[in-house]
């Protein structure tokens, strides 16, 4: 009986492959030079200190910073935003130094990772996903993240739960 169990289990598994044993589908080598433009044409909006930055979000879009407290959509990121954009020449500046871009079969719905070099975080690491509409592009999620080297994660931990618990002891 268990052997019949076994073999079953073992013939659901071949009907039913996991997503890993998937490799990604390759996108469309145009596709992908478009998006790395509109992506670096974002990135270059905030170095400039452009409002524009935000219009190439979806208005259902959501950005999450590195703080944990920094959950924002759209309209609520650029009101918080404002005093770094208006009256200055930069707001922040992310470049990227790689990007791998993947796409839905019909192109409409892209994500991308990425990796940056920034003035004020140093290395980090984003990823996000990209809507395709009539009008063009927009970004509906982006998540950013400071690229921490193993070696010193346990490091950064125990800073990060010292500040948590310094903040939580002065409420």
């Not at 169990?5 to 044993?21: E, G, H, K, V």
């Not at 998006?35 to 452009?50: T, Y």
């Not at 719905?109 to 004020?120: M, P, R």
Request: hydrophobic share 45%; with cysteine; glycine share 6%.
């Amino acid at each position: 009986m268990k052997s019949f169990f076994l073999a079953c289990c073992l013939l659901l598994a071949s009907m039913f492959p996991t997503a890993q044993a998937a490799p990604a589908a390759s996108v469309d080598p145009a596709l992908a030079k478009q998006v790395n433009a509109f992506v670096d044409a974002w990135h270059d909006d905030a170095a400039h200190a452009r409002m524009d930055y935000f219009d190439k979000i979806a208005a259902d879009g959501v950005y999450i910073g590195t703080d944990r407290s920094e959950l924002w959509k759209r309209d609520a990121f650029k009101e918080w935003a404002k005093g770094y954009f208006q009256g200055k020449t930069s707001a922040w500046t992310f470049r990227a130094t790689q990007r791998n871009v993947y796409a839905s079969p019909d192109g409409k719905v892209i994500w991308f990772d990425e990796l940056l070099d920034t003035e004020n975080l140093g290395h980090c690491m984003a990823s996000g996903v990209i809507r395709k509409t009539a009008k063009g592009f927009e970004i509906v999620h982006y998540q950013l993240s400071i690229a921490v080297p193993n070696e010193i994660a346990n490091q950064v931990t125990g800073l990060v739960k010292a500040a948590e618990a310094g903040a939580a002891g002065a409420k």
